[in-house]
């Protein structure tokens, strides 16, 4: 008797459960929650009956797709299938993204790049800075100054956090170690953050990339662009306004782009992540300082240093991002410029120094064909 309640009850349990998403659309009420999911996602629409969509199964295939994404606590399940994987075998739900020991996210590009199975060229690349120092030198001319920033790369921060399975090659980090080779030996203006902060390691107490981050966190940024802004004063002799910044207190709760994998494992429990530090910005002197007129080209490192807001108060209102070399984007602006529609020399003259800042994937794409496009101006092909 107590064997069959109990299967009543499991049935009865089991049949709520299968009608809860047609009770849900019936009377309008939602169990869950639960915020919407992150990461890059285009919700299907019901398509369209047709005599060619029905016997090709495209129909059926796109049917199938709206019912799944417009089921009732679809973000719920999504979760919780989430949790189970991350929790319990320690995987990600995104191919892209790997969960490393002591739960470090990774990025597989990443480790793809430090362990060389991307192509690269070393014959390619010197020919690169061949031109690089010829862009250099016309920059000069017309009282330009540049400078190559190499933001870090958390795969060789913390190569012993990766998965042993991706470490095939015991030769690692040779495009990074090749291309800020050539950059020293010739003599480019060029700060390297990587070398710096793997320096910094065992001395420092505050992550330089948290768990959850592809970026390097903003304390990290902080510091960098400290850095930036005194090889600029000293090196480039600009005299920017003097400033400094004021420490806080660690926090758990993330801004800007703090925790960005992170949110993308869509999980039903936060991500344990913490130890973020936001110093506060303050100017001491203005006195006989100028705010030079900058543009920053990059990848996604650069939004952190940014974030900082350090360049939009030591330099001028002029200040730019030029993201992937691609488009403009301005803090003094709504609007974003596409880079092609523009006078591209006259822009890059307008500048009194112009940044390249690159991240763990792109330390042998500096500019984003800004070496070329550049060249091209001072040497037009005839």
Known sequence: MKKNIFKLILLSLLTAVMSLPLAEKIFHFSVSKLAALKGAYVKPVCPQLSWKSFFNSELQDSLSLFIESDISNRNALVRLRNQVAFTGFHESPNKELVVGKNNFLFEKLYIEFYTQRVWFDSTWMNKRIDLLKDVIDSLKKNNVDLLIVFAPSKTSYMPENIPLKYLWNHERDNIYKTCSRMLVRNKIPFI?????????????????????????????????????????????????????????????????????????????????????????????????????????????????????????????????????????????????????????????????????????IHYNDIGHGFIDKTYELFHPKK
């Open 192 to 360: 390297d953050f990587n070398s710096y902060f793997i320096s910094q390691k065992s001395k420092s107490i505050i992550e330089i990339f948290p768990r959850g981050n592809a970026h390097w966190s903003y304390y990290a940024a902080t510091l960098a662009m400290d850095s930036i802004a005194k090889f600029m004063l000293y090196q480039l002799q600009i005299p920017l306004y003097k400033h400094k910044w004021i420490k806080t207190d660690a926090t758990n709760k993330a801004n800007y782009q703090e925790g960005d994998l992170a949110i993308t494992l869509n999980l039903l429990k936060p991500f344990r992540d913490g130890g973020y530090v936001y110093p506060n910005l303050v100017i001491t002197d203005s006195a006989n300082c100028i705010r030079p007129d900058v543009a920053i080209i990059g990848d996604s490192f650069s939004w952190t240093l940014i974030f900082t807001y350090l360049p939009q108060t030591i330099f001028s209102k002029n200040f730019e991002f030029w993201d992937y070399n691609k488009k403009i984007w301005s803090p003094y602006s709504n609007d974003t410029k596409n880079i092609d529609e523009l006078d591209y020399k006259k822009e890059l003259l307008k500048k009194r120094v112009i940044i390249i800042v690159e991240g763990g």
